[in-house]
């Protein structure tokens, strides 16, 4: 499901300090699946040979010497028609103006006017550049003409200023071009998906909390493998550490009741909602205001129970009807399948994601899991051992069946 695999990627690097930052985005892109062809402008070329792209790529890299070569009357066509996305980074001031205008004086210029695939274009200049008024104008041109603008940052700039005109990172580049061509033929396309993730923190007073081992990482694999799949996606999240994939909107939360309230509001127009949150089933019955001094002796903790969020899921499904699918997740110790079917039933799920979180390369903290499907009815489904985004592209592929 991931929409980087075998995508076809024009990369397009222009004449900026930053292309060394495009050099790490074309290896990422690279990594994760995708065939990057790179078009380097001649100011590109001062900074970074094509060499350094073929290596990262193992593909060819193009400069402005192939369009006057024998390919130049097929090159550009060739190269445009068969791109999934065309990605500019870092993208100059003068080459947002020449795209503005149409004009096309180089290999990249006359490529992008040839294009059809969806454009993401990664600005990046010193000084006052970008908020000139020219340049603001040409990047409303892009914009309207459909065009992404991922960035630029603020931040320190080559000449010493401090400014907006730094190129976004190239993680975030990378998500950003995952989202685009997710959207473009995903299974999910048109739908919203609520997701949660992670152990609520549960205050016993203003510096401590009770809470669990979750580290929220299957909940974020489904959320990106949500966006993958084209939905719109909102992340309830109590995880601290992770970062969050692009597109995603996230709304963060501490306790179970935070989390309860941001459920119920979002799924009232959400077609499935993922519950891969490790909720906390119980909470102080009382917080302290203060710290709590050992020397006062040991505290006795009164402990109340926090909201069964499925079920008040449950509840307000029977009324609204949204969301059509809900997800649940099952972490367990002993008597995997018993326990998971008793929560299925009580809890009114239409699909729950059984795992025994006891051993050691499945459960908490790690990159892998071994879970069991188990639906109203026929028999459960057991997945061998498989990475967490494995196992979310299985979770998200059910829920689009479900959906229809």
């Not at 001649?42 to 192939?66: C, M």
């Not at 009815?377 to 967490?388: A, C, I, N, T, Y």
């Amino acid at each position: 499901m991931n929409p980087l695999k075998e995508a076809q990627i024009i990369l397009g690097v222009t004449g900026s300090i930053a292309c060394y930052k495009a050099v790490d985005l074309a290896s990422k892109l690279a990594q994760a699946g995708a065939q990057v062809d790179t078009i380097l402008t001649a100011g590109a070329v001062r900074f970074v040979t094509p060499l350094t792209f073929q290596s990262v790529t193992g593909r060819r890299a193009y400069t402005d010497a192939d369009l006057w070569g024998n390919e130049a009357h097929v090159l550009h066509v060739g190269l445009a028609h068969t791109a999934d996305l065309l990605a500019i980074v870092p993208a100059t001031a003068n080459t947002l103006a020449k795209l503005a205008h149409g004009q096309a004086d180089n290999l990249l210029t006359i490529t992008a006017l040839a294009a059809t695939c969806p454009r993401l274009i990664a600005p990046a200049m010193d000084g006052g550049m970008y908020t000139h008024p020219a340049t603001a104008a040409n990047v409303t041109t892009l914009l309207d003409r459909g065009a992404v603008i991922v960035g630029p940052e603020e931040g320190h700039l080559a000449s010493g200023l401090t400014g907006t005109g730094r190129l976004a990172d190239p993680g975030m580049l990378l998500g950003q071009i995952r989202l685009l061509l997710g959207r473009q033929d995903g299974l999910l396309q048109g739908r919203r998906i609520i997701v949660t993730a992670g152990g609520t923190r549960e205050a016993l007073d203003p510096v401590r909390y009770l809470t669990n081992r979750s580290s929220g990482k299957q909940g974020y694999a489904l959320a990106q493998a949500a966006l993958d799949a084209g939905a719109d996606v909102t992340l309830i999240t109590a995880t601290q550490g992770l970062t969050p994939p692009a597109g995603a909107h996230v709304i963060p939360v501490d306790s179970a009741e935070e989390m309860a309230n941001a459920v119920l509001a979002a799924v009232e127009e959400a077609d499935a909602l993922l519950m891969a949150a490790a909720v906390a089933d119980f909470r102080p019955a009382k917080t302290s205001a203060q710290k709590i001094k050992k020397h006062d002796g040991t505290p006795i903790i009164e402990l109340a129970r926090t909201p069964d969020i499925l079920q008040l899921v449950a509840a307000q499904r029977e009324e609204t009807g949204r969301p059509a699918v809900v997800v649940g997740f099952a972490a367990e110790t002993q008597d995997l399948i018993a326990h998971a079917r008793e929560k299925l039933t009580r809890k009114r799920l239409d699909l729950i994601v059984a795992n025994d979180v006891s051993q050691q390369d499945a459960g908490f903290a790690v990159d892998t899991n071994r879970v069991t499907f188990l639906g109203p009815d026929g028999e459960p489904e057991r997945l061998p051992l498989m990475s967490k985004d494995a196992v979310a592209a299985r979770v998200v592929g059910r829920v689009a069946e479900m959906l229809g």
